[in-house]
């Protein structure tokens, strides 16, 4: 089964997949899932970072899987991609793991060594990610 | 002293010996100690040691300067080769051997000898190290050839002491070995020297001492290993000594030149000179647990804390700390993995344990230590107190929150954990947040009554809940607040009831605070500080005095309505629950004394002026009583159920009794007793309202002790209710105007039985409608409680770092 976790802000931040390999389609399916993005928002025209949410359902008539997306105050979107195979999970769950994604991911921009833009190597925040996409998934 | 002519073996040889022998590394003296020690190592007398020093000028100038110390070796040259010791064969003497030294494996414990079997020359020829040998070789000279052993070619033949470079232990075997060899030697050889072993030092490399502290050694002093390798002469050299060369075994060591002109060349693998070893385990003394700061360490990190930040209490921004610790020229991956490390609260700023911390690991880095992936618990911030020394372990993250409600006041800090986050920047601990001690609900454990209190007289049974602990809650004033405008009854803080003598002051207090706002509709105003007893005789004074319509301003004393029944202990606000205990025992209650169910919102009827009672009315002295007394006759006779007067005045009476006073008021209680009996007169009624009331009053006034604290309570109480309680007054006498309007024409002669029902039914009633409201105001209350707390949780959970997933 195949997930994946990316954060993009308008470039791949970081991507994290189980399993790791064929990261190159999750590179491709975010960046379709950015075009969603940006008509959400321009549709929605909310200027609070609610938690939103994109759900795609079928992409592909071949692979399905389920892509959501969140976008913080800076406009960096979370994409969580997931199989539809794995429909056990809820809505409520991929909020709280957008919530959690995005407090680690204020914890890894308050680190001052970090600059806005790098990709991101903290080793705490790739521990966090991976705990929630071994339990969500 | 002549001057001294050294080849340039010999030169290098000494300036190697000296450098030895520069312990203090100054490159122009050579200590003493190891001098001698060197000297001594020649294995030459003393007594030849002492002239050699003498001699060379040492003795003259106290210290072995380096032209002294050449010229001592020389002289230990010339010592080991059997010539006299003579100034001028200094010079003199050509193709002089280099002296020999023979040191103790041990001698320091960085030194560590590894003696090369010679296979060639099977004795105390040392081979090269292998890489050496070849590397000399190569350059070697064909009559050095020979003499240069191998160590590969006859692996067999040499002894298993093949050196390794670091093989301490195998050195005394090999020397041992060498010795044995070199007894058994060759002829051709001296066998007295087994071989040269030659403490290696070197000089100290600049490179792992750095100049800003940081350690180079490893917690354990990695072992400084030193080894020589000798090259012994060949069999051929008919020298009998094997001059050793020293020989930087740096990069540069003219090998070739050496190889050609020696025999033998030594190599010497040099070692972290003693200082540095010195050095770094002195500095690595501390480390029992790598991660433990000393306290050494600790003043020097606050020291450097300080030049970024004067207050060791303030933060270090993010910024700042990023330029700091990109100073020690750690990679910024790990200085990023350091900061997330040690940066506990995630606030983009250092505390001055938070400093220590990172500043620890990126000493550790330094020394090689490879980083954690979670913070040592050595290193983890305090969450308290500053002065602890660090090594505080700290609970997990993953401990559970228990929230308390905002309102929490201070007062309940002592159920709280010292865990709130006393320090701005942070006591770090896993934890970021507060942590709450409890999760409570405001309205339920804020106040809590002691519902053990047993009532004196059973026959009250009224238990009133006297709260145990006070506090002073904003929620509590508020309460309070809302009461008082509200409207009635029960303060849910100081529900007094029958026991003055538990009263604490507080809650009389607040009773007292609260009266000028208790509304007149109800009779149950909230007389904290109300006895049952004394509501009867206030009341029953009041009734009078309120006859006359005047409110008298001498009159201090004007009762406010008795409060509701207490409410139970279980509840802080509610009122109510001993109603029914109470209005059961009233109607028996005209004809027993001892019974005093009175129900504490019970408004005596006829009077209007019933309704503030201030049991500090007792104190007033006589100038309410005569207005009363006055105005009392006239109104008997208008009130038909003036009866009433007689039950309360018997219950006041028996109040007293039961508080305390009992027994000067028994007799009174008694005497009234009788005078209910009878349908009395106004008169009657009037004065023996008026005896009790002197006669409570006097009583209570010779009973001083009896609440001490109800007298103050009163006078609190009653200057500040006074004017309202006027007030009060025509409110409640209308409003008992219209409650004694629905039963105007009964008789009295029904009986008091049926009075007493009625009186008690609408004291019931009245009762239920005050407590009516005072749910209602309660429910909203605890609806915004609620309100609160799911906003607290709310924003808790917010909060709440998700690392407890």
């Known amino acids: ?16 997949s189980v399993p790791t390999q064929g990261e190159l389609k999750f590179h491709y399916t975010v960046h379709t899932s950015l075009d969603v993005v940006e008509e959400k928002i321009s549709g929605v025209g909310k200027a609070l970072a609610d938690q939103r949410e994109l759900y795609l359902g079928l992409l592909y008539p071949t692979e399905d899987y389920k892509v959501y997306g969140y976008m913080t105050n800076s406009k960096v979107k979370f994409v969580i991609v997931v199989d539809s195979s794995n429909t056990s999970l809820r809505d409520n769950e991929i909020r709280s793991m957008f919530r959690k994604l995005h407090n680690s991911f204020t914890d890894v921009m308050c680190n001052p060594f970090y600059n806005p833009g790098d990709p991101i190597q903290s080793k705490a925040f790739d521990s966090i990610v991976s705990t929630m996409m071994v339990q969500a998934f | 002293m002549e001057s001294l002519t050294l080849s340039d073996v010999e030169q290098k040889y000494y300036s ?95 030194r ?39 160590v590969d070619p006859q692996p067999d033949t040499t002894s298993p002491v093949v050196s390794p470079h670091q093989s301490p232990p195998t050195s005394p075997h090999a020397w ?108 690595t003394s501390g480390y029992d647990d790598p991660w433990k700061i000393t306290d050494e360490q600790r003043q020097y990190y606050i020291n450097q804390f300080k030049t970024i930040q004067a207050d060791l209490t303030g933060l270090i921004p993010g910024s700042a700390a990023k330029e700091f610790f990109t100073k020690s020229k750690l990679p910024i991956l790990e200085l990023s993995h350091i900061w997330e490390l040690s940066d ?21 880095r330094k020394n090689g230590y490879d980083l954690p992936e979670k913070l040592p618990e050595s290193l983890m911030p305090k969450l308290i107190d500053l002065d602890d020394s660090a090594g505080v372990p700290e609970p997990d993250p993953e401990v559970g929150f228990s929230a308390s409600p905002v309102e929490v006041t201070p007062n309940k800090s002592p159920s709280m954990p010292s865990l709130n986050q006393n320090w701005p920047e942070l006591n770090q601990s896993n934890e970021q947040w507060e942590t709450f001690s409890e999760r409570s609900s405001s309205s339920q454990t804020l106040t809590q009554f002691d519902s053990n209190i047993a009532p004196a007289d059973p026959d009250t049974a009224i238990v009133h809940p006297v709260p145990i602990r006070m506090t002073p809650s904003k929620i509590h004033m508020q309460e309070m607040e809302l009461k008082r405008t509200g409207s009635d009854h029960t303060h849910p803080t100081s529900p007094l009831m029958a026991k003055p003598p538990e009263l604490s002051e507080e809650t009389k ?38 006859h006359s319509g005047t409110s008298p301003e001498g009159l201090k004393v004007v009762a406010p309505p008795p409060p509701p029944p207490r409410p ?18 009233v109607p028996a209650g005209p004809q027993q004394p001892g019974v005093v169910a009175f129900p504490p919102a019970v408004p005596p009827r006829p009077l209007p002026t019933q309704t503030s009672v201030p049991h500090g009315h007792r104190s007033v002295e006589g100038d309410g009583l005569p207005a009363i007394t006055s105005t009392s006759p006239q109104q008997m006779p208008e009130q038909p159920n003036f009866a009433d007067f007689s039950q309360f005045q018997v219950f006041a009476v028996d109040q007293p009794a039961d508080d305390g006073e009992k027994p000067s008021d028994s007799g009174q209680v008694e005497r009234c007793a009788e005078t209910t009996g009878t349908m009395r007169t106004a008169k009657n009624d009037v004065q023996a309202e008026e005896r009790n009331a002197t006669t409570v009053n006097s009583a209570k ?64 009633k009245e009762t239920n409608t005050v407590l009516a409201r005072l749910n209602s105001e309660l429910q909203q209350q605890l609806k915004d409680l609620l309100e609160e707390r799911i906003s607290l949780e709310v924003q808790l959970e917010q909060l709440r770092p998700f690392s407890h997933l």
């Open chain 2, 112 to 150: 560590h000898v590894v003696m090369f079997a010679d296979t060639e020359n099977q004795g105390p020829y040392l081979p090269r190290p292998p890489g050496r040998v070849q590397a000399k070789k190569v350059s070697a000279h064909e009559m050095i050839q020979p003499c240069v052993p191998t």
């Open chain 1, 1 to 16: 089964m195949q997930t994946a976790i990316m954060i993009v802000a308008n470039y791949p931040l970081y991507i994290r």
């Open chain 2, 344 to 364: 506990f609260d995630k606030d983009g700023a250092l505390t001055l344990d938070e400093f220590c911390a990172a500043f620890h690991l990126v000493v550790a």
């Open chain 2, 16 to 110: 190697e010996l000296f450098l030895f022998c520069d312990v203090d590394n100054t490159k122009k003296v050579a200590s003493n100690g190891k001098v001698l020690d060197l000297f001594r190592a020649a294995q030459l007398s003393n007594e030849v040691v002492h002239q050699i020093t003498e001699l060379c000028g040492a003795t003259r100038l106290g210290h072995f300067g380096r032209s002294q110390f050449y010229i001592a070796l020389k002289l230990i040259a010339l010592a080991q080769s059997g010539l006299p010791l003579r100034v001028e064969s200094l010079n003199s003497v050509r193709d002089l051997p280099l002296p020999r030294f023979v040191m103790g494996k041990n001698e320091q414990e960085m």
């Open chain 2, 176 to 283: 041992r070995k060498h010795k044995r060899q070199a007894s058994g030697g060759n002829v051709d050889r001296q066998p007295s020297v087994p071989g040269v072993v030659w403490p290696p030092f070197r000089e100290a490399q600049p490179g792992p001492v750095t100049g800003d502290g940081m350690w180079s050694a490893h917690s354990p002093p990695p072992v400084q290993e030193s080894w020589v390798s000798f090259t012994d002469t060949p069999p051929s050299c008919t020298l009998p000594m094997h001059p050793p060369s020293a020989q930087l075994q740096q990069e540069n060591s003219n090998g070739g030149l050496l190889l050609l002109t020696q025999p033998e060349s030594t190599t010497v693998r040099t070692v972290p000179s003693a200082m540095t070893t010195n050095e770094i385990q002195r500095q």
């Open chain 2, 509 to 546: 207090l607040a009773a007292a605070i609260k009266f000028p706002g208790t509304t007149v509709g109800d009779g149950y105003s909230s007389s904290d500080s109300f006895t049952s007893d004394q509501e009867p005789i206030s009341s029953a004074v009041n009734r009078q005095r309120s």
């Open chain 2, 701 to 764: 006034v010779s009973t001083p002790l009896a609440p001490p604290p109800k007298p103050v309570r009163r006078r609190l109480k009653s200057e500040d209710e006074l004017r309202p309680d006027v007030e009060d007054l025509p409110q409640k006498s209308t409003v008992i105007a219209t409650v004694l309007a629905t039963q105007p024409s009964i008789p009295r002669s029904i009986g008091k039985d049926k009075k007493a029902i009625q009186a008690s039914i609408r004291r019931n």
């Open chain 2, 568 to 585: 139970n202990a279980s509840h802080s606000r509610s009122s109510s629950l001993d109603m029914n205990r109470n209005f059961a025992a």
